[in-house]
């Protein structure tokens, strides 16, 4: 009995792992497409985001874009606090072009927000990311370049936080990416992230943008349209990157977990095959763990064998070469919580935004 699961741990195993190779040789570098400046709405929606506002706004004061190309399209989705305040004293200091709108009624999701904050922008380029982000003064300008015409483009997601659930958090959101950007590279994209990407407007038309109604991972829905009309990139560069705030509660980053579960229906095969892959990786761990300690460090250290092979390149272009020894950790963060998740999310409520 030990020997079969062993033998089954083993081949589980090597199939996650086949995966991590696919992944890592679909990675593709940064191209310069065009130097030359294009005319971008830079699109931030905020709901109750007073606390961490100054910190995108003081990111976006220190952009070096042409101001006569750049305009900042804030969205003040349904707020209690002093976040439309916020928006108001910035658009009279700002070194671009600001416009604010004030979303009252309707959905209460984020895309709502990001309809009508399209519907005022007059950019031919569309930049998206959120209040609790930064990043730094070139960030637009390199992003950009790498983004031609027809093209939804994104970079990676950085999360901040020297605590181990930040840094837990921060690699699940590069494995995320790292396996994005290497399905990309092949030519089978399958998402970017809404804090960090740029489109081309006339393909985010032709796509039908932003789905009506409650949306809850509009950037993957956009991402699957565009697939049929357009290109997806995505940027494994430290200089196309966001950096963003950990979820600071358990309950809080499992409701990000399922607003994204809710949204990975409309993931085509190969996204699901990812996904199923996963599980089952995780779903062997648990297995392993039932039997013997020694199958279960068996089963953990394959896994995280796979997940060192995904991370260690992104880590170290985005100088992070100091987290690589967490990625076991990281390993077993990840079974952890998506077996939580399995159980969780029959018993969750609709998800929510900002409150």
């Known amino acids: 009995m030990v020997n079969l699961a062993f033998y089954l741990i083993t081949a589980v195993s090597s199939l996650y792992f086949l995966f991590a190779v696919f992944i890592v040789l679909g990675r593709r570098k940064p191209k310069v497409l065009s130097t030359a400046h294009k005319r971008i709405s830079l699109l931030i929606p905020a709901r109750n985001e007073a606390r961490d506002l100054p910190r995108?706004?003081?990111?976006?004061?220190?952009?070096?874009?042409?101001a006569e190309l750049l305009e900042v399209v804030l969205v003040n989705h349904k707020s209690t606090?002093?976040?439309l305040k916020l928006m108001r004293e910035f658009a009279?200091?700002?070194?671009?072009?600001?416009?604010?709108?004030?979303?009252?009624?309707?959905?209460?999701?984020k895309a709502a927000a990001l309809r009508a904050g399209i519907a005022a922008a007059n950019g031919d380029f569309l930049a998206f990311t959120d209040a609790e982000a930064r990043f730094e003064a070139d960030w637009l300008k390199k992003i950009a370049i790498s983004c031609g015409n027809n093209t939804l483009a994104g970079g990676p997601i950085i999360i901040e936080g020297d605590d181990f659930f930040a840094r837990m958090q921060n690699l699940d959101w590069l494995h995320f990416f790292a396996a994005g950007s290497g399905f990309a590279g092949w030519g089978i994209p399958q998402s970017v992230f809404g804090k960090n990407m740029l489109i081309d407007?006339?393909?985010?038309?032709?796509?039908g943008g932003f789905s009506e109604g409650m949306v809850w991972t509009e950037d993957l829905e956009l991402a699957e349209r565009c697939k049929k009309w357009g290109k997806i990139a995505l940027f494994p560069a430290t200089e196309c990157a966001v950096y963003s705030l950990p979820e600071p509660t358990a309950p809080s980053f499992f409701r990000q977990k399922i607003r994204w579960l809710k949204g990975s229906a409309n993931i085509d095969s190969w996204g699901l095959s990812v996904m199923i892959t996963a599980l089952v990786m995780d779903l062997t761990i648990l297995f392993a763990a039932f039997n013997s300690i020694a199958l279960f460090l068996w089963a953990w250290l394959l896994k995280s064998l796979a997940d060192v092979v995904v991370l260690t390149g992104l880590l170290y272009k985005l100088n992070l070469r100091k987290d690589i020894w967490l990625v076991p950790f990281y390993s077993l963060f990840a079974a952890i919580y998506r077996i939580a998740l399995?159980?969780?999310?029959?018993l969750a409520q609709n998800p929510r935004w900002r409150q």
């Open 81 to 83: 606090d002093d976040t």
């Open 56 to 66: 995108v706004l003081s990111s976006i004061a220190k952009l070096d874009y042409p």
């Open 201 to 207: 407007r006339k393909l985010f038309t032709t796509a």
């Open 342 to 346: 399995l159980l969780i999310y029959p």
């Open 92 to 109: 009279v200091k700002s070194p671009f072009r600001v416009k604010i709108v004030s979303v009252m009624e309707g959905a209460d999701c």
